[in-house]
């Protein structure tokens, strides 16, 4: 009873190697043109042509699909249309130390200035120190000397002179000049003075209290004379260091005449060496010349020029993937070193980031990886919303750090910024981020399928042309790229689809180059990929061998043939990583009377999943809409799978255990040959679930280990059937009937096929036809009514006498 089985022509879509006209893929041409990526590739050059703000590109999909090698491959196309980028460099601020300037140059010019100003340092070190030890400044200096100590020697001679007409003595002690009264060309002692008669005393007191005010004034003089010689005396450098830089600088404005912040720049450096030239005279211990300046920048340091971004060998725009994407990898960073003790830094340890390197063109991230490190995805969304670079640290751009460091002039931002990530990723930051969708207005949908038509077959065999010359790897014939079409279908469990998932198939590509190697061939056959497919699953089914194992010696019961009442083989699929097995579970029902409850042991003790939850429900539901309609379910049962010590989730077993349902109340055996998957709506239609692939060969390999009987086979969803891809030993059993696959539309076709009972249509009345599951089943539920009633009435009947 029930539907036929399938025919094995439904069970696998074979690609026939005779329609293609190649002999090998030697004789196909290379390719870079994605494969069934159309939607993509369309996203990606719209987010390029649009220099709009906020445009920047998230590709999404799963990994594996090309979305990396297709951004770049677009991106590099894009970039080396266009201008290179401006160079960037960094340079000493000389009004606020703290504060890098940051100049743009047209690109390639920045190491150029970079040399320049290399070059003059060492032109100075040699023009001034030859300058200063020259005749002519020696003697004009010696004459500037010789001129101030000649001034204070005769101000100081007529305070002498003038002290001496008047009997007091100008001495020089170690503590200065004093005043002392004389006598007969001698100085008096004091006890010689108090001798004296008080009238003289006074006499020489108020003349050396006049004389000390002259004194006084004169050596207050003193200071100002030296800081007009010293005026003088820097003019006399400046002079110097005038005639020594001035050629030099001219050849420096005159390189740099159309570029205004350079010659700015330089002016300030040309002050900065007349004010300082002693710096090229001397050097400190450390071997650095010159002193330390405030800001940290020691000597020559102050005039180096720091170079962040050198597009002088890039062609076109930048395309930058960071594959650490830090927050200083982002943004850049300020580096610091140990000084005595103490950590030093200047504008030459400002490091770039990614975003400089990239600025006026490209930059791609892993989405996952950028939000794995803290401050990253924050400030990369501040530099994109600005506009413009800042250096900081993390403790500066939260405000948790006061030490005083570098303040680096911001430098303008011009970038187009790629996310690469899981669908997921992006749609919970397209939910829970405010600005993420304000950034990033471009999402490239990567599928993870393609339909299998003939132009999609021609481009994944050009595109195993490629990866085989690309990698030195042997040609395919055309029965391999055949077979690895179908391996294709059969990973996105579809006949009418392929995968895009590349990876994998440049790994089969490569496994049966591998296989053919070992024997020698030399070319690749459709033998080697399956021996490909084979090995891969052999490293990997070890589980799957002890699950099969314990059920074939009977310490897990699965019966794979006779009948029983209210038991059922179910189906399910294990992953475990990229590998993924079916495996028979044994579900048995148990009815009795009771209230209408559909008791789901799994969900009791919190081992059923809300899919599986809302499955049984379902059925429930079912239940309830076909025989509760004309009297109560007064009934109770319980569903489980049996030997289960594990999660259950997913909706795929409902239609097996309504079926275990079913068989327990009509008391009908079920065929134990027979195993089942799909999930049921309320109205008995079944319905197509996931890894049917996977469940059919999980119960073939437990009856092939026990013999193959012809009367056994798998139940599956009628909609199931385009995503059969089985095995070739499943397709060959079911070709020699030792096997089959039946489609099930309904849960009547299924139990009639389960049963050998007819499951029986209702009438205008309501009722079924007697002998049929539905007959049997509403006669069952209705003696479990009429039980039910008579015992609350006997039990009403006993509360009332009872009460009396």
Same mark, same amino acid.
Request: aromatic content about 6%; proline content about 4%; overall charge negative.
């Given at each position: ?43 990606? /050059? ?42 960037w ?34 032109e ?8 200063? &030890? ?8 010696h ?13 100081l001679s ?39 008669p ?12 006049a ?34 830089i ?28 007349? &004010? ?7 050097s ?24 962040v ?6 062609? !076109? ?5 960071e ?44 989405? /996952? ?71 990033f ?7 993870? /399928? ?36 179908e ?32 024997? =020698? ?19 990997? &089914? ?48 148990r009815?009795?009377?009771?209230? =209408? ?10 081992l ?6 809302? =499955? ?96 056994? !086979? ?11 891809m089985?095995?070739r ?7 020699? !009937? ?11 076709? =299924?139990?009639?096929?389960?049963? &050998? ?7 205008e ?37 009872? !009460?009396?």
């Open positions: 009873m029930g539907p036929a089985p399938l025919a094995p022509e439904l069970l696998y879509r074979v690609c026939d190697p005779a329609h293609f006209a190649f002999t090998t893929t030697a004789e196909l041409p290379d390719t870079e043109e994605p494969v069934g990526q159309d939607r993509a590739v369309e996203s990606i /050059r719209f987010a390029i042509g649009m220099r709009h703000r906020g445009f920047n590109l998230f590709a999404l999909g799963a990994e594996g699909t090309g979305r990396r090698s297709l951004v770049m491959q677009y991106l590099t196309q894009a970039a080396a249309r266009q201008p290179v980028p401006d160079d460099v960094y340079v000493h601020n000389f009004t606020e130390s703290h504060r890098p300037r940051a100049l743009k140059l047209p690109a390639g010019r920045a190491m150029g200035l970079k040399k320049d100003m290399e070059w003059l340092v060492e100075l070190a040699m023009a001034l120190p030859a300058g200063f &030890d020259a005749d002519e400044y020696r003697a004009k200096k004459v500037l000397e010789e001129a101030f100590k000649e001034r204070q020697e005769e101000a007529a305070v002498g002179q003038a002290a001496k007409e008047q009997g007091v003595a100008l001495v020089r002690t170690a503590v200065g000049l004093a005043l002392a009264p004389m006598r007969d060309g001698e100085v008096l002692s004091p006890e010689d003075f108090k001798q004296l008080e009238i003289e005393q006074i006499a020489f007191k108020a003349d050396m209290a004389l000390q005010e002259t004194l006084e004034a004169t050596i207050k003089q003193v200071p100002r004379w030296e800081r007009e010689t010293r005026a003088k005396l820097r003019e006399l450098d400046q002079e110097v260091v005038a005639i020594a001035e050629h030099l600088m001219d050849e420096l404005t005159d390189r740099y005449s159309d570029l205004p912040e350079v010659l700015d720049y330089l002016l300030m450096v040309a002050d900065d060496i007349a &004010d300082n030239a002693g710096d090229f005279l001397g400190d211990e450390d071997g650095e010349e010159g002193g330390k300046r405030e800001g940290g920048a020691t000597g020559h340091r102050r005039y180096r020029i720091n170079v971004v050198n597009n002088s060998a890039t062609c !076109g725009a930048p395309v930058v993937h594959d650490h994407p830090t927050q200083p990898n982002l943004i850049g960073r300020i580096e610091h070193f140990a000084h005595y003790g103490a950590l030093i830094t200047d504008f030459n340890l400002i490091k770039p980031g990614g975003l400089h390197k990239a600025n006026g063109g490209y930059l791609v991230l892993d989405a /996952r990886k950028l939000l794995l490190n803290p401050f990253a995805w924050e400030d990369l969304k501040r530099a994109l919303k600005a506009r413009e670079l800042r250096i900081e640290s993390p403790g500066q751009s939260t405000g948790l750090m006061s030490t005083v460091t570098l303040e680096p002039e911001p430098i303008g931002l011009d970038i187009k910024v790629v996310l690469i990530g899981d669908p997921e990723l992006y749609y919970l930051l397209s939910h829970h981020d405010p600005e993420f969708g304000e950034l207005k471009v999402a490239a949908d990567f599928d993870w /399928r393609m339909d299998r038509n003939d132009d999609n077959v021609m481009g994944v065999a050009r595109s195993i042309a490629t990866l085989t010359r690309k990698e030195d790897l042997r040609p395919l014939d055309r029965g391999a790229v055949a077979r690895a079409v391996q294709s279908a059969r990973e996105v469990e579809d006949a009418d689809k392929l995968s895009t998932h590349m990876a994998s198939l440049a790994d089969l590509v490569r496994e049966a180059n591998y296989w053919a190697e070992r024997e =020698g061939a030399k070319v690749i056959s459709a033998v080697h990929v399956q021996q490909a497919v084979d090995a891969s699953t052999y490293r990997q &089914d070890r589980v799957r061998e002890h699950v099969l194992e314990e059920i074939s010696r009977g310490i897990v019961h699965i019966a794979t043939d006779g009948s029983a009442i209210g038991q059922i083989n179910g189906l399910a699929v294990l992953e475990l990583g990229q590998f993924a097995f079916g495996r028979p579970s044994r579900i048995s029902a009815v009795s009377l009771g209230k =209408g409850d559909v008791v789901d042991i799994e969900r009791e003790v919190d059923g999943g809300p899919l599986h939850g809302k =499955g049984v429900l379902i059925l429930t539901s079912f239940l309830s809409g076909r025989f509760g309609t004309q009297m109560p379910l007064s009934l109770e049962a319980s569903l489980v799978f049996e030997q289960s010590y594990g999660g259950v989730d997913g909706d795929s077993a409902s239609s097996t255990e309504l079926y275990a349902l079913l068989s327990a109340l009509a008391e009908v055996p079920i065929r134990q040959g027979f195993a089942v998957t799909g999930s049921v709506d309320q109205n008995g239609r079944v319905q197509a679930i996931g890894g049917v692939n996977e469940k059919i060969e999980g119960f073939f390999d437990l009856c092939a280990a026990r013999g193959l009987t012809g009367s056994q !086979g798998v139940l599956i969803p009628a909609t199931n059937m385009p995503h059969l089985l095995r030993d499943v397709v060959e059993a079911c070709r020699q !009937g030792r096997f089959a696959i039946y489609p099930i539309e309904t849960i009547d076709q =299924g139990i009639a096929l389960l049963t &050998d009972v007819p499951a029986g249509e209702m009438d009345r309501g009722d079924y036809p007697a002998g049929t599951i539905n007959r049997k089943v509403q006669a069952r539920l209705a003696a479990f009514a009429r039980r039910f009633d008579d015992a609350v009435g006997g039990a009403q009947g006993r509360n009332g006498r009872n !009460g009396r």
